[in-house]
Structure formats: structure tokens, C-alpha cells
């Protein structure tokens, strides 16, 4: 079957660091992706991973085991903006039809 | 990139009737995807519309329930008929980027089901 897992929420402090796990299995791979979507709003690209390895973007980076079926996204420095929902997702071989994990709510507080 | 757009933004409808949602893309694409998010949930895909074939659905969506039209390589429209409350969600199109690129949302409509 195909499955992806993250923690459901997730609650940090204003100028911390949080890592969101996410781990997977599915039928083909050809690329991860992690979304961020405020409530009541579309999902919006973070970062894309198809190697191994580390993926920084600012604040945000996302790291990718293949052989491990494993992704975290970590998230630096935060604010309160960062609020939200953030979503992993698995992109299959030859159809770009894209798997969607629960999601992380995740709680900044001052 | 792509910008898309999707009508309504919102709607409040009665139990038994049908809503028609329609997707526009500023470019042609030949794949268009719908897909459904309940209150607190993620994203789960309703069907694949494919210019110029019938649209693929997912296990639990049918074309009775959902039917899809796709008359040209810039649009696409969702039906949900005859909707309960349990329809009640933000229903939402997307395209795929290309390979390695992120996939495009619209914002969504954001169906209540009286």
C-alpha cells in the first residue's frame, strides 16, 4: 500500500528550531515535496527533494533518505507566521500524481 | 509557473442539489488534477482530467458523483451532485509542474452543504 506519516501537530517556541518528520512508503518515487498551507488557503511550495541529502532554502530545509523512505523539514528562527500546516508529499514514476500526507499542524507561541 | 483560477471562491448549498466548480490556467497543460480537503485534513485526490479522454478517477470518487469536463487544454470543470453535508469541503484544481517543479494550486472553493 501507499502511506505517508507525519505528527499530526507539532508545538515550538518564536526563535526556535522544529524538525517535522515524515516518512513514507509508496509505490514509485520521483520526488518529494513539502507544501505549507495557512487555514483556509491553498497549499504553497516549500522545497523539493529527489537525491539524498540536505536542501536549505533560507530558513526552511528539507532533508531526503531515500533508502531510508524518510524526510524531515526543519525550520529555523521561527515566527509567528509560521503557523500552519505543513504537508508532505510524495510524487509517484510517470504520472506526477502526487501523494499527500495529513499534515503537521504546527503551534509557534511567543 | 502557472496561475490559476477557480469559481466560486465559496458557496453555502442545499442538500440535494449540484454545484458546478470551474478551474482556468493561464497556459495549456495537459493534465489537470481535482482534489477534495475535508475540514482538518489533507489533501486526497478526487480524479485526473485529461484533455480529449475521460478523467481518471480514484478509489471512492465516481464519475456519477463527480463528473469532470475538460473540453480544452486551459480548463476544466467539477460537478459535485447531489450533495449532503458530508460534501462540505474546499475542493481544489491543480496542475503539475514540470518534472522536478512543484505542483500549482488554485485557492480553492470552499463548499458548505446545508
Keep these: 500500500g501507499q502511506n505517508i506519516d507525519q505528527p499530526t501537530e ?4 518564536e526563535g526556535a528550531i522544529v524538525q517535522i518528520n515524515c516518512t513514507y512508503q509508496t509505490s514509485g518515487f520521483n520526488g518529494l515535496f513539502w507544501y505549507q498551507q495557512h487555514a483556509g488557503e491553498a497549499p504553497t511550495f516549500l522545497s523539493y527533494n529527489v537525491l539524498d541529502g540536505l536542501e536549505e532554502k533560507g530558513r526552511f530545509s ?3 533518505s531515500r533508502s531510508k523512505g524518510y524526510s524531515y523539514l526543519l525550520l529555523k528562527e521561527l515566527q509567528m507566521k509560521d503557523s500552519a500546516s505543513y504537508l508532505c508529499a510524495v ?3 510517470g504520472g506526477f500524481k502526487t501523494i499527500f500526507g495529513a499534515g503537521t499542524r504546527l503551534f509557534v507561541k511567543a | 509557473s502557472a496561475v490559476i483560477s477557480q469559481k466560486p471562491s465559496r458557496d453555502i448549498c442545499q ?3 449540484s454545484l458546478t466548480i470551474q478551474c482556468q490556467v493561464d497556459s495549456q497543460v495537459t493534465m489537470m488534477f481535482w482534489y477534495r480537503q475535508q475540514p482538518g485534513q489533507s489533501l486526497t485526490l478526487i480524479a485526473t482530467a485529461n484533455q480529449g479522454s ?3 478517477y480514484e478509489s471512492g470518487f465516481v464519475i456519477d ?3 469532470i469536463s475538460r473540453p480544452n487544454l486551459t ?3 467539477l ?3 447531489n450533495m449532503s453535508p458530508e460534501d462540505s469541503s474546499i475542493y481544489l484544481c491543480s496542475v503539475p509542474g514540470g518534472e522536478g517543479e512543484t505542483q500549482y494550486f488554485g485557492p480553492g472553493t470552499r463548499l458548505l452543504v446545508l
Excluded at chain 1, 507539532?10 to 517556541?13: N, V
Aim: proline fraction near 4%; charge should be positive; aromatic fraction near 12%.
Design chain 1, 10 to 13: 507539532m508545538t515550538a517556541t
Design chain 1, 62 to 64: 528539507s532533508f531526503l
Design chain 2, 65 to 67: 458523483k463527480f463528473p
Design chain 2, 75 to 77: 480548463f476544466s470543470t
Design chain 2, 15 to 17: 442538500r440535494g442539489t
Design chain 2, 54 to 56: 475521460e478523467a481518471t
Design chain 2, 79 to 81: 460537478t459535485v451532485s
Design chain 1, 91 to 93: 510524487i509517484n514514476t
